[in-house]
């Protein structure tokens, strides 16, 4: 049965609208017609929630964290803190002592690589990643496995895009001294088995980072009911500020690893003989922070929040699903990455049109789409593909935008003769 | 209808140029060649020529994976130098980057584009500059001596 757009929205719990009027953004022309953003994937957002703490932050509080006796530097760290419950809260990690603010995911995944793994990793050791993997969970490695003599390994994917996980217990060798995976996959938006990859590697004790940039704006992420060893985020995929980011980790494991970034902030006491290390967090946190975008990234969990996670991807499969049979209708469309279980994106190609026309025809419509390899090239040469055109959804996306984007779709393959 | 932004890019003579690209082949017996890359977009090209003893480009090819624009605009450029001194394909690759730059209004201010003043357009799509420039920078590459380019 075909719907249509406002038939398909009115079944939807979220009142749109008044999400909507929270993201100034929203209400900009681009090239003379009303912005469509369907970049999410690439960076969401922000709602006025955010903005507002950020600017609270900057008006009145400003000062430096963990320092001061005087009030605004108490304010600040007060705040600071709160936002770390607030992510603590967010990702059910037991201890705030497992929240570490960092500057996003790939800080993170360096993090790891470079406190814990780095000391872990000898030569003829492996490190195992899977083909859906972003560049920041590729290159790390390579760096480290390269340094090391070590051996990079990766889990395939079938023509689906999802991880081939028959052979798995095959990858994970003696040898192996991590296992990274993202949860979702930026380019194709397969969620995957996460659960499952952490408990046949926890079998053989070896620890799990999960690489969670796509999942925060979407899925119910618990990191204790995951297993997982280490959870990286982004605050601006989550309709938070950028620069802000945030590693958990399992307490028994952070507290056995030496620190990455030093200088103040990460030391109990200082002289030039001997330097002892501050407690957790802290210890991560040399430097001051981005205490501004931390209070975003706070705003933006109880955003999420308020909207409620469960109503959020009810909404979204509901955009996705719209989407797919909508674009689906156009044959001259071809989806990469058709997981069963999936995040609210498509990534397509369009036989006889390269994406960066695509993007640019978009663009003109006031459509925002992100097309190239998504950071994700080895995904690119898995389906024997340059790039694709990729839309994402965010909650404040509705089937109008959709059908926007497939009008648009259509006038690029007018134009092209395709 | 496109959008009077993209239309000035997307115009019938790029299009075309995208679906019958001129001299794509690789040239036998070529004195220069070079592979330009531009790794953002995933462009890839190679560029060739012969150029004699007069220091004429006698000959010149293309081949490689792009979008429209790089992809015309490499087509058009080899029409364009084909049958000229190398002098005047230097004077033409810097006027074709000051244009894509929005350094030189080519209707308002001397010089030798003619026909590639239809990318004109790009200049209002900073993204895409590179697509239009990367075969002149190989070509600029090859007679150079250097055989790799990329525009990142």
């Given at each position: 049965?075909?719907?249509?757009?406002?038939?398909?929205?009115?079944?939807?719990?979220?009142?749109?609208?008044?999400?909507?009027?929270?993201?100034?953004?929203?209400?900009?022309?681009?090239?003379?017609?009303?912005?469509?953003?369907?970049?999410?994937?690439?960076?969401?957002?922000?709602?006025?929630?955010?903005?507002?703490?950020?600017?609270?932050?900057?008006?009145?509080?400003?000062?430096?964290?963990?320092?001061?006796?005087?009030?605004?530097?108490?304010?600040?760290?007060?705040?600071?803190?709160?936002?770390?419950?607030?992510?603590?809260?967010?990702?059910?990690?037991s201890s705030l002592k497992e929240?570490i603010?960092?500057?996003?995911?790939?800080?993170?995944?360096?993090?790891v690589?470079?406190s814990f793994?780095?000391?872990?990793?000898?030569?003829?050791?492996?490190?195992?990643?899977?083909?859906?993997?972003?560049?920041?969970?590729?290159?790390?490695?390579?760096?480290?496995?390269?340094?090391?003599?070590?051996?990079?390994?990766?889990?395939?994917?079938?023509?689906?895009?999802?991880?081939?996980?028959?052979?798995?217990?095959?990858?994970?060798?003696?040898?192996?001294?991590?296992?990274?995976?993202?949860?979702?996959?930026?380019?194709?938006?397969?969620?995957?088995?996460?659960?499952?990859?952490?408990?046949?590697?926890?079998?053989?004790?070896?620890p799990?980072?999960?690489?969670?940039?796509?999942?925060?704006?979407?899925?119910?992420?618990?990191?204790?009911?995951?297993?997982?060893d280490f959870?990286?985020?982004?605050?601006?995929?989550?309709?938070?500020?950028?620069?802000?980011?945030?590693?958990?980790g399992r307490q028994e494991l952070l507290e056995q690893m030496r620190p990455y970034?030093?200088?103040?902030?990460?030391?109990?006491?200082?002289?030039?003989?001997?330097?002892?290390y501050n407690e957790l967090p802290y210890r991560f946190?040399?430097?001051?922070?981005?205490?501004?975008?931390?209070?975003?990234?706070?705003?933006?969990?109880?955003?999420?929040?308020?909207?409620?996670?469960?109503?959020?991807?009810?909404?979204?499969?509901?955009?996705?699903?719209?989407?797919?049979?909508?674009?689906?209708?156009?044959?001259?469309?071809?989806?990469?990455?058709?997981?069963?279980?999936?995040?609210?994106?498509?990534?397509?190609?369009?036989?006889?049109?390269?994406?960066?026309?695509?993007?640019?025809?978009?663009?003109?419509?006031?459509?925002?789409?992100?097309?190239?390899?998504?950071?994700?090239?080895?995904?690119?040469?898995?389906?024997?593909?340059?790039?694709?055109?990729?839309?994402?959804?965010?909650?404040?996306?509705?089937?109008?935008?959709?059908?926007?984007?497939?009008?648009?779709?259509?006038?690029?393959?007018?134009?092209?003769?395709? | 209808?496109?959008?009077?932004?993209?239309?000035?890019?997307?115009?019938?003579?790029?299009?075309?140029?995208?679906?019958?690209?001129?001299?794509?082949?690789?040239?036998?017996?070529?004195?220069?060649?070079?592979?330009?890359?531009?790794?953002?977009?995933?462009?890839?090209?190679?560029?060739?020529?012969?150029?004699?003893?007069?220091?004429?480009?006698?000959?010149?090819?293309?081949?490689?994976?792009?979008?429209?624009?790089?992809?015309?605009?490499?087509?058009?450029?080899?029409?364009?130098?084909?049958?000229?001194?190398?002098?005047?394909?230097?004077?033409?690759?810097?006027?074709?980057?000051?244009?894509?730059?929005?350094?030189?209004?080519?209707?308002?201010?001397?010089?030798?584009?003619?026909?590639?003043?239809?990318?004109?357009?790009?200049?209002?799509?900073?993204?895409?500059?590179?697509?239009?420039?990367?075969?002149?920078?190989?070509?600029?590459?090859?007679?150079?001596?250097?055989?790799?380019?990329?525009?990142?």
């Amino acid at each position: 049965m075909i719907q249509t757009s406002e038939a398909v929205r009115n079944t939807a719990t979220l009142n749109v609208d008044q999400i909507r009027d929270d993201f100034p953004v929203l209400g900009r022309m681009i090239n003379g017609m009303p912005l469509a953003y369907l970049d999410n994937a690439a960076s969401s957002q922000s709602p006025r929630q955010v903005i507002d703490a950020v600017k609270r932050y900057h008006e009145f509080h400003h000062s430096n964290v963990h320092r001061g006796v005087h009030t605004l530097s108490q304010e600040a760290t007060g705040l600071y803190e709160e936002a770390r419950e607030k992510i603590r809260a967010f990702l059910n990690a037991s201890s705030l002592k497992e929240i570490i603010f960092t500057s996003g995911t790939t800080d993170g995944v360096n993090l790891v690589a470079s406190s814990f793994v780095e000391e872990r990793l000898n030569e003829g050791d492996e490190i195992l990643i899977t083909h859906l993997e972003h560049h920041s969970n590729i290159v790390p490695w390579h760096i480290l496995c390269e340094r090391k003599k070590a051996k990079l390994r990766v889990l395939p994917i079938n023509d689906n895009g999802e991880i081939i996980l028959d052979n798995l217990d095959d990858y994970l060798t003696s040898r192996t001294r991590i296992v990274g995976v993202n949860h979702i996959s930026n380019a194709l938006g397969t969620i995957n088995p996460v659960k499952k990859i952490v408990e046949a590697a926890h079998r053989k004790n070896i620890p799990v980072i999960v690489d969670g940039a796509q999942a925060t704006p979407h899925e119910i992420v618990d990191v204790q009911d995951l297993g997982c060893d280490f959870y990286a985020i982004s605050g601006h995929k989550m309709y938070g500020p950028t620069g802000i980011g945030v590693l958990y980790g399992r307490q028994e494991l952070l507290e056995q690893m030496r620190p990455y970034r030093s200088g103040g902030d990460m030391i109990l006491s200082v002289s030039f003989d001997k330097v002892v290390y501050n407690e957790l967090p802290y210890r991560f946190e040399a430097g001051t922070p981005p205490i501004a975008q931390a209070i975003g990234l706070g705003a933006a969990a109880d955003y999420i929040n308020s909207i409620g996670k469960e109503a959020i991807r009810n909404y979204e499969n509901m955009l996705l699903d719209y989407a797919t049979r909508k674009l689906g209708e156009i044959p001259q469309v071809r989806f990469i990455g058709t997981a069963k279980d999936k995040a609210s994106l498509v990534s397509f190609v369009i036989d006889g049109v390269h994406p960066h026309d695509v993007g640019t025809i978009l663009d003109g419509e006031g459509i925002a789409v992100r097309t190239g390899h998504h950071c994700a090239q080895p995904v690119m040469e898995r389906f024997s593909i340059p790039a694709t055109t990729r839309a994402s959804f965010a909650f404040y996306n509705t089937t109008e935008e959709i059908d926007r984007l497939v009008a648009g779709v259509r006038k690029v393959i007018e134009v092209f003769d395709a | 209808m496109l959008n009077t932004h993209t239309k000035n890019l997307y115009q019938d003579v790029i299009l075309d140029h995208n679906k019958k690209p001129r001299n794509y082949k690789v040239l036998e017996g070529h004195s220069h060649m070079a592979h330009g890359d531009n790794p953002l977009c995933g462009d890839k090209l190679d560029v060739y020529l012969t150029v004699d003893e007069n220091n004429v480009v006698v000959d010149v090819s293309f081949i490689g994976d792009g979008c429209a624009i790089s992809k015309a605009s490499a087509s058009m450029m080899t029409t364009m130098v084909k049958g000229k001194p190398i002098d005047e394909v230097e004077t033409l690759f810097h006027e074709f980057h000051k244009m894509s730059t929005g350094k030189l209004d080519p209707d308002a201010e001397p010089n030798h584009l003619g026909r590639l003043k239809i990318f004109a357009g790009v200049r209002d799509l900073p993204a895409r500059v590179k697509c239009a420039t990367l075969a002149w920078h190989t070509l600029d590459a090859a007679l150079k001596g250097e055989r790799i380019v990329s525009t990142e």
